[in-house]
């Protein structure tokens, strides 16, 4: 399944919760294991929430141009003055970035805001073993303070894990969710960076898999210099997959936690490279999509 590519900034999803018609209402999110999520808000003013309400939860996906992709998420009371819906991780939400909105009656849908959030059930998540595409949806504030999902549905999945940026060569480890048999999968398999602006242009190195006892964790090491001898000048850009033998191929990604936008969480030094032009370096880094990539580019002078 392959990846989409957005943009988008994110801010940590924390706020008190307005009142239903007080402004754009807002939505505390709860996270479960499984990739659902509980929306919950306060009914309008002079509304008994315990009575019947028309309503609904619309999710809308970034730039549509119609409400033809909608999806609605039924709200109901839940019997403390507050209505809820629910997005169940087996209701399939393709990729990309999805704008939540309330509709109550005949009003034009309205943006909510972001409330509490409980995202504990994402951290260090570990997917059962099924083969079905694994969703991932982590609710964000958006730059201009309203409240969105990003949504991701993989399967197969290559989980990144531990980056080691060493002084010769990368070195990027990982678990692959989502297949029947990982081990098998993961025989002959390689992990590949391709140049962006070139796919054609591939530098791979053969996966080692771990000793676990499903055997589905894996680790390749890139050499610096393989790099290098690409590069001639400004910014090259190389996205890191995980491909099997003859068969499938498998965008690296780090998607199991709950952080939305790991660009500037998780960090990584430089690597100078041996090239035949000016001096330069490669850095290990996540995109706004949370996949894996390797930029390199020309070395600041120092001092």
Not at 34 to 41: E, I, M, N, P
Not at 249 to 264: F, N, S
Request: charged share 25%; aromatic share 6%; hydrophobic share 40%.
């Amino acid at each position: 399944m392959k990846p989409t590519s957005t943009t988008e900034e994110f801010t940590i999803v924390s706020a008190p919760a307005p009142a239903f018609d007080a402004g754009n209402p807002s939505a505390d999110c709860i996270a479960d294991s499984a990739g659902g999520l509980t929306f919950d808000l306060d009914a309008p003013h002079g509304t008994d929430a315990a009575e019947h309400w028309s309503g609904a939860l619309v999710l809308r996906p970034r730039g549509a141009e119609d409400e033809s992709a909608d999806v609605l998420l039924p709200l109901a009371p839940t019997g403390d003055g507050r209505l809820r819906a629910v997005l169940p991780s087996t209701v399939a939400l393709p990729e990309g970035r999805w704008d939540v909105h309330v509709a109550s009656g005949e009003e034009p849908p309205r943006r909510l805001l972001p409330g509490l959030a409980d995202l504990r059930s994402l951290v260090d998540r570990r997917p059962g073993p099924s083969t079905s595409p694994l969703a991932v949806r982590i609710p964000y504030a958006t730059k201009h303070g309203n409240l969105s999902l990003r949504s991701w549905l993989r399967g197969p999945h290559a989980e990144a894990g531990d980056v080691h940026v060493g002084e010769g060569a990368l070195t990027v480890c990982g678990t692959l969710y989502r297949v029947e048999d990982a081990a098998a999968w993961l025989a002959g398999a390689a992990v590949e960076a391709r140049l962006r602006r070139d796919p054609a242009v591939r530098v791979g190195a053969p996966v080692t898999v771990g000793e676990a006892q499903d055997r589905a964790d894996f680790s390749a090491v890139l050499p610096w210099a393989a790099l290098g001898e690409h590069w001639r000048g400004g910014t090259e850009v190389w996205d890191l997959w995980l491909c099997q033998e003859g068969g499938e191929e498998v965008r690296i990604a780090r998607l199991l936690d709950d952080v939305a936008d790991k660009r500037h969480v998780f960090v990584y030094p430089a690597r100078s490279l041996s090239t035949t032009g000016a001096p330069a370096q490669a850095s290990p880094y996540y995109t706004c999509d949370n996949d894996l990539s390797v930029k390199v580019e020309e070395r600041p002078p120092v001092g």
